[in-house]
């Protein structure tokens, strides 16, 4: 592991143990705090860093075949995860769980810990590509499942007394709660403000530059305020599967499709599976809190899976080295 490696690793922890300590202490209130900080970047600092983002992505010069590689596996991976968790969700359950578990499993730590690990090991060639995924890793998985958790939260809420949902009411609350989602509506702003050509005033843009740089520290003190309040007893066993998936499944999916579909070798393939490797992101923490649901084993996830990592990754760069 490289020196930048591992005091990004190191920082990550030290903020998650700070964290942990803020939730120890009775007067920040616990799991409640968590979700108030977690409810801030989800609905103040996220949107500002993904309508930034959206709106600067130049998409001409973006290495598409690579691109297509990386999220046609991943997109696979969280849509079977999805559709098996929701055939198995009782009714109890909360309508939300398919669609956090399959983000658990499968939205990558792009930014906070990948760009240093991609700098650090490919140098700017191999970053270049990661951050070419990177520009549209939350734009793809958060949209696609904003859709459908939202399609399976209205489902719930539009039942008749017979049980059945209302098609009409269900099609009108998955639209509605879609299209001013603080995920999707920043993206759609930004999107169209990309294709207007337009220039982000540079008043604006050092303001949104300054709450989108907000959002990894308060989501990893979210993180480190939720295991002081959750724990990780009752969710090892939950967090042990979707870390196998995140860290196993995933970049093997990637391998396999980069190399024997898509024909990539060198560089381009050791990027994209090493992107696929890397631990869960903070975004599923944003997610789970903000439908009120798996939280404590997406907690448990997050840490376990930045943990294992340490030992996965030298794996996946011998192993797609022979490639």
Known sequence: MTPAVFLKLLAIFTVVTIGWLA???????GGETARALSNAAFYLFA???????TARIDFATLPWAVIVAYFVPVVGLLLGIYVWRRRRLSSEGSPAEPSVRAITATFSNTVQLGIPIALALFGEAGLSIHLAIVSLHALILLSLLTVLVELDMARAASRTEAGRPRL???????????????VVLPVLVGMGWNVAGLPIPQAADEILSMLGQAVVPVCLVAIGMSLAHYGLQGSLRAAGWLTAAKLVAQPA?????????FGLSGLPLTVIVICAALPAGTN?????QRYRSQEAETTATLVLSTLVFVLTAPLWL???SRF
């Open 284 to 288: 599923a923490l944003m997610f789970s």
């Open 23 to 29: 939730g120890r202490a009775k007067f920040f209130g």
């Open 318 to 320: 011998a192993l797609v």
């Open 47 to 53: 949107p500002a860093l993904l309508f930034r983002t």
């Open 253 to 261: 999916l990637v391998l396999v499709v980069g190399r024997f579909v």
């Open 168 to 182: 009409a009411a269900t099609l009108k609350l998955t639209v509605r709660n879609t299209l001013i989602h603080p």
